[in-house]
């Protein structure tokens, strides 16, 4: 056999390379990961793979249904990614000056070749990611998935809620400080509102104002503040906790599903075999100890990450991809007068996701005996800094069964998805009613009835 072996003539590197090639089209070693034929090539196909290297080699198949997460956690990464990209190159084009600013947007719409069509999915991809990870809070809020599980080892979902809400508001934020860039008129006076109702915060809120503008009015100064949160602090910042949040993910064992499903895992012992023997100075001999091992088959409830996960996972990007792009074909991005502090638009609003608490500003301003209760204070700043607080304390409160994790809406946790379905219905209908009812002078208007003053704007 060895003689054999050693008898062939060795071939040079660069033949057997060719060969190599010519056996495996280029065609399969590019997709050989998506269609594994063995277990082993399955395991592979993501340890090797540098961008799936991250995914376990094995996922539950619950977690892989389409109507469990709605992969909204993935669709929001997706968002993200497209942000990344067409904001880098938005970059090349855009000029962080009061000058300069509003011009180069001008000149993306009308000059530049697909300049529009950059910017809208941009602004598209932006609006879309704050829905999106809202609604994956809120699903992640609806199946429990912020419990440890019974198998708790090394589980830490409630400190990946809390990176969840950081992920909520550095996203908020992110969208805010875009807002400012193009500079036109609905720019300056959303940004005015949104700073304004910042700055009524007690003891830091005038000083947190200055900051952010870097002067008492929006200018030059806050131009490039807000560019460089925008482009480099905030996106950094979201970059690293992204990581972390899907490393938590993994760590935690998958995403949460539930627990009755585990205690329906089938739990095979398998006596260990004493394999090997000793003997003690030839004088007395015996077998190894018998160290008994717990395996669990998890071969019905899990499947290997590769294809299932991988597949789905690229139908998820290119669904996403597509649809942002439609409705950036569809809604075309809005570019009004350039910013004009001595011009105060009828109503002024603050960005949409920021309306509702606009509407809690109006709703908690009042007089009672010659003294005007300040709704900033209340509506802007306690009433949100509260939620803020309850959503990061929640999981350390919710005494709920873990029964309840991973399944939607159930019954032991009736309570606790009552009030929280609440708070969410209430920020929507507060957000409709910014957003489509409030005309000239903050007055009440139906959708459909036309403003008496000015031309309807959201
Ligand atoms: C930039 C924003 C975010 C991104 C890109 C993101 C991404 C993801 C992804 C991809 C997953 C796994 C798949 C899925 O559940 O769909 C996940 C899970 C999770 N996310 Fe997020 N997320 C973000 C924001 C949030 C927010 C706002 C919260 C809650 C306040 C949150 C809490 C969680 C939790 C607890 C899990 C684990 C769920 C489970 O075990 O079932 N995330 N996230």
Redesign the pocket.
Same mark, same amino acid.
């Given at each position: 056999m060895t003689e054999e072996v050693s008898a062939q003539p060795t071939k040079p590197i660069l033949t057997t390379l060719r060969e190599k090639i010519a056996l495996k089209p280029i065609w399969d070693n590019l997709i050989w990961t998506w269609r594994p034929e063995s277990k082993r090539e399955a395991g592979d196909a993501v340890v090797r793979n540098l961008l799936l290297h991250w995914f376990p080699a094995k996922v539950s198949l619950e977690s892989l249904s389409w109507g469990y997460?709605f992969?909204?956690?993935?669709i929001?990464?997706v968002l993200?990614l497209i942000l990344t990209i067409t904001g880098g190159v938005l970059m090349f084009l855009y000029v962080p000056s009061v000058e300069r600013a509003y011009l180069s947007v001008k000149d993306l719409e009308f000059s530049i070749s697909f300049g529009w069509f950059l910017r809208g999915l941009h602004r598209i991809s932006a609006h879309l990611m704050v829905a999106a990870?809202f609604l994956?809070?809120v699903r !992640?809020f609806l199946t429990g998935?912020?419990k440890n599980g019974r198998k708790a080892v090394g589980q830490n979902?409630p400190l990946?809620?809390i990176v969840?809400?950081v992920?909520?508001l550095l996203?908020l934020l992110l969208s805010f400080t875009g807002y400012l860039l193009p500079w036109d008129q609905l720019a300056y006076w959303a940004i005015t509102v949104g700073t304004n109702i910042a700055s009524s915060a007690p003891v830091f809120g005038e000083f947190s104002r200055f900051v952010l503008l870097g002067g008492t009015t929006i200018e030059q100064a806050t131009l490039i503040r807000f560019y460089v949160l925008h482009c480099f602090i905030l996106p950094l910042a979201?970059v690293a906790l !992204?990581f972390y949040?899907?490393w938590r993910?993994r760590k935690?064992g998958g995403?949460?599903c539930s627990e009755k499903r585990l205690e329906e895992e089938k739990k095979a012992e398998v006596p260990a075999v004493p394999s090997k023997t000793y003997s003690l100075l030839g004088i007395t001999g015996g077998s190894s100890v018998d160290v008994r091992t717990v395996m669990v088959d998890d071969d019905a409830t899990k499947v290997s990450s590769s294809p299932h996960l991988t597949v789905r996972l690229a139908v998820v990007t290119f669904a996403t991809l597509v649809v942002s792009m439609l409705l950036t074909l569809i809604v075309r991005a809005p570019l009004e007068e350039a910013a004009n502090p001595a011009v105060t638009p009828n109503p002024a609003k603050a960005p949409w996701y920021f309306l509702w608490l606009q509407e809690l500003v109006t709703i908690t301003t009042f007089t009672i005996g010659g003294i005007t209760i300040n709704g900033a204070l209340i509506g802007g700043i306690i009433l949100p800094g509260v939620l803020v607080a309850a959503?990061v304390l929640w999981p350390y409160f919710d005494k709920s069964p873990t029964s309840t994790i991973g399944r939607w809406l159930p019954r032991d946790r009736k309570w606790q998805n009552a009030v929280f379905l609440f708070i969410v219905i209430f920020i929507l209908v507060l957000t409709f009613i910014g957003t489509f009812m409030r005309g000239p002078f903050w007055e009440l208007y139906m959708p459909w009835q036309e403003w008496e003053q000015t031309p309807r704007r959201f």
């Open positions: 997460s992969w909204l956690g993935t929001s990464a993200f990870v994956h809070m !992640v998935a912020f979902r990946n809620w969840g809400v992920l909520l996203t979201t !992204v949040h899907m993910v935690d995403l949460a959503a």
